[in-house]
């Protein structure tokens, strides 16, 4: 394929709410459309992004994207599908995102982050969580991926850090917090950074993340080791942020963790990339 182609409680009766209100975007027709095709074709997705965050945290937030998360090995099938519908479909970014196109509106076909860390598996269908979502009954992307994925954004233009606070707040106390931490890895720093923010953010709710998460996260943190790579020291900012810290690698030969042996991205995926911030 080318790189274009043509062609429960209070929070149960919140959601409950936002499932009875009609949907007025004038992209609905398009996204029901679309998944419609992807059901047909047995293509498995589930729904993340604005729409997700809306029934996940009660945060209404009407953008001109529908957001589906794939596994990797059905991206391209996933775009070809909707090809073959009549949109327009492009893998604009060959490491994590495609985009299928209707007019002004668009979906984000997403198989991985940004900056690499975070790529659909198995496990985000093994814990995928119902929810209605344009008048339709769809599989949402848990909340345990979705604090993932949205931890690791924090651009100069964007940062996620409201989303992931109000996700704690709502969740908190129900979540898979061993699968969590394992999802970090290594990057638990920014997990607990989350933490620190979230306590600042909604101290009367301090109490809902239990202390030993907390506990075992600063131990990590505080016992974790400088890392270097041909006896440069490696920059983690990268995960963060594309463009804040090019100079750091560019000018003082920091390693970009995202590279090989730390990270899984080639130099050609991250140019693409960061070419994407260099335009605005």
């Not at 809306?54 to 990797?72: P, Y």
């Not at 908190?172 to 306590?199: K, P």
Request: glycine letters at 6%; charged letters at 20%.
């Amino acid at each position: 394929m080318s790189r274009s182609l043509s062609g429960r409680s209070q929070e149960s009766t919140e959601a409950a709410a936002l499932d009875n209100q009609p949907v007025h975007d004038a992209g609905a027709e398009f996204y029901r459309a679309a998944l419609a095709e992807l059901r047909t074709a047995a293509i498995p997705f589930l729904v993340g992004g604005a729409y997700a965050l809306e029934v996940h945290a009660g945060i209404h937030r009407r953008t001109k994207d529908l957001d589906i998360f794939v596994l990797e090995k059905d991206a391209l099938s996933c775009l070809d599908v909707l090809a073959t519908a009549g949109y327009r479909a492009e893998l604009t970014f060959p490491h994590w995102l495609g985009k299928v196109f209707c007019g002004e509106e668009f979906i984000d076909v997403i198989f991985n982050s940004g900056n690499g860390c975070c790529p659909v598996d198995d496990e985000w269908f093994d814990y995928a969580r119902p929810g209605r979502v344009l008048n339709l009954d769809l599989p949402l992307c848990p909340v345990e991926e979705v604090i993932w994925q949205k931890s690791f954004i924090l651009e100069r233009d964007r940062c996620d850090v409201a989303d992931v606070s109000h996700l704690l707040r709502r969740h908190a106390a129900t979540l898979d917090w061993n699968r969590l931490i394992e999802r970090f890895g290594n990057n638990g720093s920014v997990l607990f950074a989350q933490l620190v923010l979230f306590d600042f953010i909604f101290p009367g709710h301090r109490d809902s993340v239990p202390v030993w998460v907390q506990q075992r996260l600063l131990h990590e943190h505080q016992t974790a080791r400088p890392q270097f790579v041909g006896g440069a020291p490696v920059i983690q900012g990268t995960l963060l942020s594309a463009s804040q810290y090019l100079r750091d690698i560019d000018q003082e030969g920091y390693h970009d963790v995202r590279l090989p042996p730390t990270g899984r991205l080639s130099r050609e995926q991250i140019a693409i990339w960061t070419a994407n911030f260099m335009q605005h």
